[in-house]
């Protein structure tokens, strides 16, 4: 089967792959780390079965393959080299030419237009034993949601061959950038995960920062200096309405982020020359303090269960990350390398904290362990920050700036592994992206 086969292909750093057989189940594998050799896949372009579907058709294909290769783990074996072709969706495939060219999997699809529906259906075979690799499947949407049906066969195909959930039908919120280093405009713009379909949901007429998506996806947390002092904002994504919550006079709030419950922000507030970290309950706008240090408490992230938080804290002298219980109390040092940490992020996996890290002269993008074990560093730039996990917890997004006057800030993504770093295309400069859960 494929899953046997892609085993044998992946080489990880400190470990090996998991594979475990059910008796009256597939081959299951749990991908840990980098991958050395991806996966070879053929998509042949997909099946117009109706007059205007012709051109859809090859540019659903194009984005399956475009998701299925950029995650890392798969490899497109050209249309060049193919030996046979898929000319009827319902046709018997002829896996000997497909085992010839090292084709190890086969995605065939159809689309259909009726008015502003389109159907997409598909099916994924294992070249090597011979069979279809789970049930055909059928997706239904609007003409002009062509990318997020693709996106949703991408899904498909990688969780049936990994065993793990997707991440390509996601959105990023981010604030877009243009203008020079010393008099940057900035706006909050959401997008596809890929870089396509940009909407702005704000003017650059004042800062914007630090963008956060609800458990929900239909919600942005952010921070604007419209007021002059930075205040948290909720705005609605389908309405782009939007609300402050409101603080005392004289403080600061900013670094917010959601619950996994989503009624419930925590956030940094500076009062009196003092950063503490409280939550707030979104509909009656009652606040609690967590902590209550002179130290810089901030960038607070609950865990997925929502129990525990990480945050970042220079109580011992330097800038470290800690973790406490959801209610505040105790808290746990939990990095101890050389140099400073910041703005972490639980993974949705609940296994992991992304966070930033500033070391000699450089910054970094890494991960480590609840329990500060196994810290691994993915990146090094001259300006690294601000991580965003997929809703699979197997990729990261940040933010990073180049050198100079003339320095501009883009996105990029990259691997837990930290073999796969490639820029995130993006229509202007980027920086504090925010990674939605899957669509609905």
Request: net charge negative.
């Amino acid at each position: 089967m494929i899953v046997r086969i892609l085993s044998i292909c992946l080489a990880l750093i400190g470990g090996v792959a998991s594979v475990a057989q059910a008796q009256d189940g597939p081959l299951r594998i749990e991908i840990t780390e980098g991958v050395i050799e991806p996966l070879p896949f053929a998509v042949p372009s997909f099946q117009p079965e109706s007059g205007d579907a012709g051109q859809m058709a090859v540019d659903l294909a194009r984005v399956v393959s475009e998701d299925l290769v950029g995650s890392g783990l798969f490899r497109e074996v050209p249309a060049s080299a193919y030996i046979s072709t898929v000319s009827d969706f319902n046709a018997p495939i002829q896996y000997a030419d497909w085992k010839a060219i090292n084709a190890q999997a086969l995605i065939t699809g159809a689309v259909s237009v009726s008015g502003n529906t389109l159907n997409v259906k598909f099916r994924l075979y294992d070249v090597f034993s011979g069979a279809e690799l789970g049930s055909g499947l059928q997706f239904a949407g609007t003409v002009d949601g062509w990318r997020r049906m693709a996106h949703k066969v991408a899904d498909a195909v990688y969780s049936r061959i990994t065993g793990e959930g997707g991440y390509f039908d996601s959105r990023v919120v981010y604030v877009s950038e243009t203008g020079p280093k010393d008099d940057r405009a900035k706006r909050l713009a959401v997008m596809d995960y890929d870089g396509a379909n940009v909407r702005y949901l704000t003017d650059s007429s004042s800062i914007v920062l630090a963008p956060r998506f609800s458990p929900s996806g239909d919600r942005i947390l952010y921070t604007s200096y419209e007021s002059g002092f930075p205040r948290i904002y909720v705005l609605d994504i389908g309405s782009v309405q939007r609300r402050v919550l409101e603080s005392a006079e004289g403080t600061m709030s900013f670094a917010q982020r959601f619950s996994p419950s989503g009624n419930t922000v925590v956030y940094s507030l500076t009062q009196g020359g003092n950063t503490d970290i409280f939550t707030m309950d979104i509909g009656t706008g009652q606040s609690t303090r967590l902590t209550n240090t002179p130290a810089i408490e901030t960038a607070p992230s609950y865990s997925p269960d929502g129990s525990r938080i990480v945050f970042e804290s220079d109580r011992s002298g330097s800038q470290q990350l800690y973790v406490m219980p959801a209610s505040g109390g105790e808290a746990t040092r939990i990095s101890f390398g050389e140099g400073r940490y910041g703005t972490p992020v639980w993974s949705p996996r609940g296994d992991l904290v992304a966070f930033t890290k500033q070391n000699k002269g450089r910054f970094h993008i890494g991960v480590m362990r609840l329990d500060g074990s196994e810290e691994r560093l993915l990146t090094a730039s001259f300006l690294d920050e601000g991580p965003t996990w997929a809703p699979n917890g197997r990729v990261i997004m940040f933010a990073r700036e180049t050198q100079g006057a003339g320095g501009a800030s883009s996105l990029y993504s990259v691997d837990i592994s930290g073999r796969n770093l490639k820029p995130v295309r993006t229509q202007e400069g980027g920086s504090d992206p925010s990674w939605s859960p899957l669509q609905k």
